[in-house]
């Protein structure tokens, strides 16, 4: 028998084994694992003792040996105008990407249902006490905050290995997602005791401010999975369960728990656990699995080399400097859009007539303003997502078919789609500011909507018609890997709700939202100025990536 090394050297062999290769590609196109090729040698009529005449041991050693040379064969017998089309990919629907962004945002479109119906606020919480309220959703906007980061770590990740259906690194990389969040978590939960000693919060308060943020932290964690691999209808069956069970149980419940604040609360656990079924069945599939799933419409090459979970363990800190830009950007975009709300609580006339024994007071009336005015933002990011999701697919199926003296057919293809992009994101988020402005006194006249809230929402809705124009913007940078840009303007714009901020606030608590106002016009000027500017050049950026 011929040692490895021989069987690299010996031409005998790898005649041999080229002379096998072809012989599986003319029975069998493609093939996508090594079992297919045991299978085809027994059925070719190749016996044992044939193949250890040539130095393998057996069949599996002979399968290993071809399975990743299989490629070179797969193209006898085809023309050109073949070979370049089985590595062009399948552009979805519009329907289908039409659904998609449905899905995607269902539970902002859930959370605003809420809000029609409470009048209160998206956040969930209506019918208890203030100092209740408030340390529910400090919890909620603590859990946001700091899973944020973690999460565009995470999510960018995991696509990453999920193509490359490389599954020892998926499992590590779930593994790793939550033992940083519980490390986050502990570090945030500590901290939130500590202020609270210091402050003089209650206990009481200060624990329903950590239950709150853990059941958060958790859930985004958790659902991290499913947004991944688009399990959209799994989304929505989950959201629609767990808003349906939340007011079940605080509008039918009475009979059976009296109290609102325990019957209140008790529905929110019965979300919880509806929201986390489909979370735990997806993770459980995920780590007891040890195959990949090969799509039949990809070419050999973009076979996995590995048939098995165990690879190669890849350096965390690598990993986490990577995407650092990615947690950057979106923990200070979060910032930006809800640090105005923060600062409501700090001003809101409650904490100095009254006090209440907290040194903030959620602010529902400048709740209720701001929170609606996010409908501007669901149809544009609708919009944005089926225009710009198959736009890698269709630069893929463009780029194998040009020289590279061609960039530039690349380049205009962009700019078009760009161009196009912003003109619909103006027309759609202009177009739906007017519609709620407009409709606000018929769509409000059941709830208590004062003249405070309405402001809030006149100047917020305009603040988020600049806002879509930087999501939109953003969706070009991060195409052309402007990634830095992005999570520089970020932060500034967090500096300047958080600044102008409290210098409005001086002047009433509802002159937060000009802030909130001057940092989205910000975000969305000059993002579109050098978005613009990147545009010029995006063809010659974007083919050298995918050459």
Sequence with gaps: MLTTKQQNTSRESRIFAQKVARSIIEVQPNVNNTADIVVLLECLGYRPETLRQYGFADFHALANHIYDSLDMYETRGKSKELFIESFTMKIPSLKKRLVEGIGMIFPWLGSLALLFITG??????????????TAFVSGVF?????????????????????AQTNMGEIKRLQKRSYGLVGAVLTVSICALFAVGYVTGIPTNLVAIMAISTVTVSLHRASYMIIYALKKLGQLIVAYS????????????????????????FAGLVTAFVALSIFSIYQHYKLLKSNTVTISGDKPHFYNPI????????????????????????????LVTMFADRILSWIYNPLVVREGLGLPFVFNSVYHAGADLALVVLLPASIIQYVMMEPVHMHMNNVSIKIKVS?????????????????????????????VLNLAEPYVMSHVTFSQTSTHVLQIASIANVFLSFFTANALLLMLTNKIKFLAVLAMISASIVMVGGIIFARYGFENLVFAYLIASVFLGVVSTIYANKVAKNAGSILFSRLM
């Excluded at 808003?243 to 019957?263: E, M």
């Design 306 to 333: 590995s048939r098995t979970d165990k690879t190669i363990k890849s350096k965390f800190i690598v990993q986490l400097w990577e995407v650092t830009m990615y947690s950057l950007y979106g923990t200070f975009y």
């Design 241 to 264: 369960a767990a808003f349906a069970s939340l007011l079940l149980v605080y509008y039918f419940g009475s009979p059976i728990i009296p109290d609102n604040v325990t019957r209140y």
């Design 142 to 162: 603590l859990g946001l905050v700091i899973t944020e980061g973690t999460l565009q770590v995470f999510n960018r990740l995991f696509l990453f290995y999920n």
């Design 120 to 133: 209160v606020s998206l956040w969930m919480a209506w019918g208890l006490p203030i100092q209740i309220t």
């Design 406 to 434: 061609e960039a530039n057919v690349l380049g205009k293809y962009v700019q078009n789609m760009y161009r196009k992009l912003l003109l619909v994101t103006i027309f759609s988020s202009v177009t739906t500011a007017l």
